[in-house]
């Protein structure tokens, strides 16, 4: 058996004091102001000192450059309405803004669970392609939020845009046939 040694004991002891002190100190940790003595906390506060003096007004600086002019004249603009009988489907009219505005937001109107198609902007009118998949006939349009146009902004009709639109309605057309099975 093995006997003790002086250091052994004394290292143990050591050990033994230490996790009692700070077990026996974890017991008086401050975590909120009410632990301390009002009198005490009134103390380590101070007084106010005096306000400082006012510095002087600094020079101007540079004028900044100026702003874009923003979104201006804002109109809503509804295509036409187109019936749909049951199972019909295709674009109705385009909603075309006004000369000297462009397309900024779009939208549609109709009782659609789900566009069945797009609504999208096509530079200065937006075109749409809805599918009636209910059992009774409805009717739908296209919207465009339209807004004045910067100084020297063609606001026309490309014929790119046009022709983007004609592809998107032939590929809306194709996806219903081959979705039906036709």
Same mark, same amino acid.
């Given at each position: ?23 026996? &100190?974890?017991? #008086?940790?401050?975590? /909120? ?5 009002? /009198? ?8 106010? %000192? ?12 540079? *004028? %900044? ?12 603009? +509804? !295509?036409?309405?187109?019936? #749909? ?23 549609? +109107? ?6 069945? !198609?797009?609504?999208?902007? #096509?530079? @200065? ?7 009636? +998949? ?20 063609? &606001? @026309?009709?490309?014929? *790119?845009?046009?022709?983007?639109? *004609?592809?998107?309605?032939? &590929? ?11």
């Amino acid at each position: 058996m093995r006997r003790f040694t002086p250091s052994m004991v004394i290292s143990v002891v050591a050990l033994v004091a230490a996790l009692g002190g700070t077990a026996w &100190a974890s017991h #008086y940790i401050i975590t /909120s102001t009410k632990q301390i003595k009002p /009198s005490v906390r009134h103390a380590l506060k101070g007084k106010q %000192g005096q306000r400082g003096f006012t510095g002087a007004q600094g020079a101007q600086g540079p *004028a %900044g450059a100026p702003g874009s002019p923003g979104v201006l004249g804002v109109i809503a603009v +509804d !295509g036409a309405q187109r019936s #749909y009988p049951p199972g019909d489907f295709g674009a109705p009219p385009n909603a075309q803004c006004p000369a000297g505005t462009t397309v900024i937001g779009t939208g549609f +109107d109709g009782p659609f669970d789900q566009v069945g !198609g797009f609504v999208k902007k #096509y530079g @200065t009118f937006v075109g749409g392609f809805f599918e009636n +998949d209910s059992s009774i006939t409805i009717q739908g349009n296209v919207q465009a939020i339209c807004a004045q146009l910067p100084a020297g902004v063609p &606001a @026309t009709r490309q014929a *790119a845009q046009s022709q983007r639109f *004609a592809d998107d309605v032939q &590929a809306a057309i194709s996806a219903v046939e081959r979705r039906r099975g036709g």
